[in-house]
């Protein structure tokens, strides 16, 4: 077929056109991400990663890295190292990572003056929601008398560290559920740094997430904190992080109702009954293992105090009460905008 | 410069010629494969069920109705699969959350207490570099 001169030029001009467009997608170098999801700490846990390495053997490690906390910091394996210290009645020597994980937590316990505990384990298992999501669970109200014996075998103040030796007095049981998935997640992203300092991504525990670094290496990850009486994907704010950790408790995730009243599984530790006032709290730390306590804190002390207390504490945060009032820290806003 | 102009051949710019109407033909035949070759869907995607880490269930997104999920015998759920888009509906897990929001909207749907993970079978993440939501927290 004889093509006309003029064909001949739209041919050239779109070859030229593609062959340009080609060369703009192959440098533009987007990195890949590698993505997987698993179920570790009674959650969804699912790791994002783009590195020059093997990003799939990084996310492998982290995932690998989450079942051994899982492991052994679970209350409910009869072989963890908490079910160990919670059944012994004689000081228990316990390895370096242990006496970390407690000694951080009886730490964190302090700084919110016992809003966070970690030796909250008689109450938890009393109201049962350390067992919520077994298929045999059978929701039930402690009675009165139940949960003033359980707060006497209850308190941060009972738990007594030294030299890699923990004692339990009055019978107290640990119960580090509220920090150990934020444990879990700095111990990830260090993984991550030291496999590849270079790589990008998340880690999403359940919704708390850490981030590992910038999306596409220089890019702001939206982060929207969900509605805690909206339908999925009904939002009452969002944030942009480059780096650190957003984690949010709240009374919708592990609850039963029970008489038309909802009993959820945020305890104060002074009443020993579930924290009414408020129903959802989100905070920002660099460390998600403090953000973890920090959030469970402020969802107790609600968000008049918490607004005060967490930037001393060195968390930025958002607060919704049952009335569905939200407030927020000063510098919460600072993460409202891409800068 | 009137008589100069006058002898000026103007050839004049003939787009449609009949003899190339086939090559352009071809050019919007192509354009049009690339523009759908980028259409985000999830039409024709496999969906890859697992149960304790294990994959039992392989459905495509074409097949629609429900599907039934057992392990050992035992009903764990039920899948809707429409419009090319998931959603597990009547669980028999204590709590249901894992019934909140579609494979399209989460990428991925999990059911903790009956360890059962629903994932799309692809390589890589799909992150857009766009000013949507990347992350839910809460």
């Known amino acids: 077929m004889k093509l006309s001169r003029n064909s001949w030029i739209l041919i050239i001009a779109f070859i030229c056109l593609l062959l340009f467009f080609s060369i703009l997608f192959f440098l533009r170098s987007e990195p890949e991400y590698c993505s997987k999801v698993d179920i570790s700490l009674g959650t969804t846990v699912k790791v994002v990663v783009s590195s020059e390495k093997d990003a799939g053997l990084i996310v492998d490690a982290v995932l690998r890295e989450f079942h ?20 012994s009645d004689h000081p228990v020597e316990v390895d370096e990572e242990t006496a970390f994980v407690i000694e951080r937590s009886l730490a964190l316990a302090r700084a919110t003056e016992g809003a966070f505990d970690p030796a909250l384990g008689n109450l938890i298992t009393l109201w049962g929601f350390d067992r919520i999501t077994n298929n045999d669970f059978e929701p039930h109200i402690p009675s009165d008398n139940e949960i003033e014996e359980a707060l006497g075998k209850s308190g941060y103040e009972n738990v007594l560290i030294e030299n890699d ?56 990850w939206s982060i929207a904190i969900q509605d805690p009486r909206g339908d999925s994907g009904e939002y009452i704010d969002v944030v942009y992080l480059k780096k650190g950790t957003i984690v949010t408790s709240g009374d919708y995730e592990r609850f039963f109702i029970l008489d038309g009243e909802r009993y959820h599984h945020i305890i104060n530790p002074k009443t020993g009954y579930p924290v009414r006032k408020t129903i959802s709290t989100t905070v920002i730390s660099p460390d998600a293992m403090d953000a973890d306590a920090f959030s469970t804190a402020a969802f107790v002390l609600g968000g008049e105090f918490s607004a005060v207390l967490l930037p001393v504490l060195g968390g930025q945060g958002l607060f919704m009460n049952s009335e569905q009032e939200m407030s927020q820290t000063e510098g919460w806003s600072f993460f409202q905008e891409k800068r | 410069m009137i008589g100069i102009k006058s002898h000026v051949k103007c050839r004049q710019w003939k787009l449609f010629q009949k003899r190339d109407i086939l090559l352009y033909l071809i050019i919007l035949l192509f354009v049009v494969i690339v523009i759908f070759w980028g259409y985000p869907s999830l039409k024709g995607n496999t969906v890859l069920v697992s149960i304790n880490g294990v994959v039992q269930y392989h459905f495509s997104l074409d097949d629609e109705g429900t599907k039934r999920i057992e392990s050992n015998g035992k009903k764990l759920m039920d899948l809707l699969i429409a419009d090319a888009d998931m959603r597990i509906i009547d669980s028999q897990c204590p709590l249901h959350l894992c019934e909140r929001g579609t494979l399209k909207q989460a990428g991925v749907l999990v059911c903790v207490p009956q360890e059962v993970i629903i994932t799309i079978e692809r390589q890589g993440e799909p992150v857009k570099q766009t000013d949507e939501i990347d992350l839910i927290t809460g």
């Open chain 1, 165 to 220: 030796v923990v004692i339990l007095e009055n019978s107290v049981k640990l119960d580090l559920g509220a920090v150990v998935k934020g444990y879990a997640i700095d111990r990830g992203i260090s993984i991550v740094r030291e496999m590849d300092p270079d790589a990008t991504g998340y880690i999403d525990a359940g919704r708390d997430i850490g981030i590992i670094g910038p999306k596409f290496g220089g890019d702001y």
């Open chain 1, 68 to 87: 051994r906390i899982e492991k052994k910091f679970s209350v409910t394996d009869s072989k963890s190292v908490i079910s160990l210290i919670n059944k």
